[in-house]
């Protein structure tokens, strides 16, 4: 627990640091100084955003990316904005955190056998990252699976978060081909390394807000998370 503690941790201080994407590393920072009205008393933590949870999880939420004023502002994944107020009264609910509400890094919010990482941990302008970015970005993406050793489960919300997985898989020589895995809302695959891969959609305001994301739906898939688990793929 403690070496998994540790290795994030010092991973976690690289992606905080890294500045190898100019485009994102100007936007993160510009949003950072000219603030949303709301916002305008805050200080946007303006960096990337590292992945944030239980380091035994045994099951791994993989989002898209932070939000310009949600984790972009406060500096921990979901928190903050409208997705992470849809989200984690969800994961309470299930048990996967110690409690609904999630505003500021020192909340005292603590993820109970769940982890949330990114595929992209800057703040990408109208949410869309490019090809490039996300190649950058994934090399701390294989580093944090590496040290999840418990890992049995992924949650990934959004074709973003969906494919970045795959593209894990693939680099990694678990995965030949993406044929046969399309993203669904609630899809369930059995992948070769042994991980139960869900897809959701992506809690963003503009899903939930239509309706295309319901609560029901949302905490149908952590269930489901749960559930394998403890009984595997
Ligand atoms: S998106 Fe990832 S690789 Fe690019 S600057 Fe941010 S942390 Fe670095």
Redesign the pocket.
């Known amino acids: 627990m403690r070496r998994m503690a540790s290795a994030l941790a010092v991973l976690n201080k690289e992606?905080v640091i890294?500045?190898?994407?100019p485009r994102?590393?100007a936007y993160?920072e510009q949003v950072g100084r000219e603030r949303r009205r709301a916002y305008r008393e805050c200080e946007y933590w303006a960096r990337?955003v590292p992945g944030f949870g239980d380091p035994q999880a045994r099951v791994l939420v993989l989002g898209l990316?932070p939000g310009a004023h949600g984790s972009n502002r406060t500096g921990r994944p979901f928190t903050g904005d409208a997705s992470g107020k849809f989200m984690y009264p969800i994961l309470h609910k299930v048990g996967f955190a110690s409690q609904a509400n999630a505003e500021c890094r020192d909340d005292g919010l603590k993820l109970v056998d769940c982890y949330i990482t990114a595929a992209?941990?800057?703040a990408p302008p109208d949410n869309k990252?490019l090809p490039s970015?996300l190649a950058?970005?994934a090399p701390?993406l294989d580093r944090e699976l590496r040290i999840l050793k418990n890992v049995k489960v992924v949650v990934a919300l959004g074709k973003i978060g969906f494919d970045a997985y795959l593209n894990y898989l693939k680099r990694n020589d678990i995965l030949r081909s993406k044929a046969g895995y399309a993203f669904a809302h609630a899809a369930r695959y059995s992948v070769p390394n042994g991980i139960t891969l869900l897809a959701s959609y992506h809690p963003s305001n503009q899903n939930t807000a239509t309706g295309k994301l319901s609560a029901a739906m949302f905490e149908a898939v952590f269930r489901e998370a749960k559930k394998s688990a403890v009984s595997g793929p």
Not at 18 to 21: D, F, G, K, L, P
């Open positions: 992606v890294c500045t190898q994407c994102l590393v993160r990337p990316a992209v941990r800057c990252p970015e950058n970005c701390f």
